[in-house]
């Protein structure tokens, strides 16, 4: 069973805002919840990570509401180099295994 | 940030030969490492958690006696691909997780095995 769940796929024109939302209904106190970036032929790239509220740096921001549940990626003004597969991880630390849900494919178009 | 590195980025073999991969974490000290499959168009499947000076932990339906982990040092994790066969084929990645409470998993390049 998955323990989060993002849309499978999403098409964005090149300098629009594209806002990425993941589901994890069962998300665990200690639970963080962090953000990679996925190339073709390439291992994930961290981008953000947050616990609550709002996270923000150089390259997205995160929203995480109160009951934590959900959380959403916002990437600013995307451009065609955003083009890639990216995953919502919940990790908790301590060594703990982490699975991967399914990604949501971003094709940022011209 | 931290690196993790991975050694070959691509292998191509014959059936029925081995092939290792090396995980090295630059860096840090990985006490635990994760090894992960990728099949095309296909998200990561967790196949293993290497925990170094002791045994390695095997999701179910991944065969321990062909995918051998070794986690000799805190900075090295081997998977080797024992009597390799086509379905084999896949891209294999590594992770390995940082200290602390947020436990980010840095990862590495990735490599290609091609069974022919």
């Known amino acids: 069973l998955a323990k989060t769940t993002q849309p499978i796929s999403m098409d964005s024109y090149e300098g629009q805002e594209v806002n990425i939302t993941c589901s994890h209904n069962n998300i665990a106190t200690n639970d963080y919840i962090t953000w990679y970036q996925q190339f073709p032929s390439q291992g994930p790239r961290f981008i953000i990570q947050g616990y609550k509220t709002k996270v923000t740096n150089e390259v997205a921001s995160l929203f995480i509401p109160a009951d934590r549940k959900s959380s959403t990626l916002s990437l600013p003004r995307v451009s065609l180099s955003d083009t890639a597969v990216y995953y919502c991880?919940?990790?908790?630390?301590?060594?703990?295994?982490?699975?991967f849900g399914t990604g949501t494919k971003l094709q940022v178009i011209p | 940030g931290a690196v993790v590195s991975q050694h070959p980025s691509w292998v191509i073999c014959k059936s029925g030969t081995s092939v290792k991969i090396e995980c090295r974490s630059l860096d840090f000290q990985a006490t635990t490492m994760f090894w992960y499959r990728q099949f095309p168009k296909q998200s990561l499947m967790l196949m293993a958690t290497?925990?170094?000076?002791?045994?390695?932990?095997?999701e179910q339906g991944v065969e321990k006696d062909k995918f051998l982990i070794n986690h000799a040092s805190l900075t090295l994790s081997t998977l080797t691909v024992t009597s390799a066969h086509p379905e084999d084929s896949s891209f294999y990645i590594c992770?390995?997780?940082?200290?602390?409470?947020?436990?980010?998993?840095?990862f590495g390049e990735g490599s290609r095995l091609t069974v022919l």
């Open positions: 992770s390995a997780q940082g200290g602390g409470s947020a436990g980010e998993l840095f």
């Open positions: 991880l919940l990790n908790s630390g301590g060594y703990q295994k982490v699975t």
């Open positions: 290497s925990n170094e000076g002791s045994k390695a932990t095997y």
